[in-house]
């Protein structure tokens, strides 16, 4: 539902600090005695104001977008060779414009498959018989020669 109305809409709800009674027992206080709460001052009710969407906006200055950030620095790196698009993602107006995240658009010089989505089934056979014992996907016996679990991705998903 898209609307115009960009004003802010405020509305008054029930604290949820204080569930609406207006004080707070917590680790400090025994059972019988409460303080005041300081969110709402007592009131038991806070007000909570938001802007109505009314479409997304533009994020100035973006020029790649990714799914998700495996917790890695995305960024250019002269030193490293590094420009956006060695972390896949997309151009960020294909991404505003609707288009799905085309094919091999993962951050696949950083991680495994398994790491991009860790619960695919698909990998599972693959990445058990490597993985270290605590799981880390950078420590899998594979990692350095990831781009082969990459291939292997690829060829299983070919008609997806």
């Not at 091999?104 to 993985?131: G, L, T, Y």
Request: net charge positive; with cysteine; aromatic share 12%.
């Amino acid at each position: 539902m898209k609307t115009t109305n960009s004003k802010p809409i405020t509305i008054q709800h029930e604290c949820g600090y204080c569930s609406g009674t207006g004080v707070y027992s917590g680790f400090g206080e025994c059972p019988e005695a409460a303080v005041v709460c300081r969110y709402c001052d007592g009131t038991g009710c806070t007000n909570y104001t938001f802007t109505a969407f009314t479409g997304r906006k533009t994020k100035k200055g973006i020029k790649r977008v990714y799914k998700w950030n495996p917790g890695i620095g995305i960024g250019p790196s002269k030193e490293k060779g590094l420009t956006l698009e060695s972390f896949g993602g997309m151009p960020y107006k294909d991404w505003a414009a609707g288009k799905p995240f085309p094919p091999k658009s993962e951050m696949r010089a950083f991680i495994c498959p398994k790491w991009d989505d860790q619960s695919r089934k698909e990998m599972n056979a693959v990445c058990d018989k490597h993985m270290s014992a605590c799981g880390r996907f950078d420590d899998c016996k594979r990692f350095g020669n990831k781009e082969l679990c990459w291939e292997y991705w690829d060829s299983i998903n070919k008609n997806k």
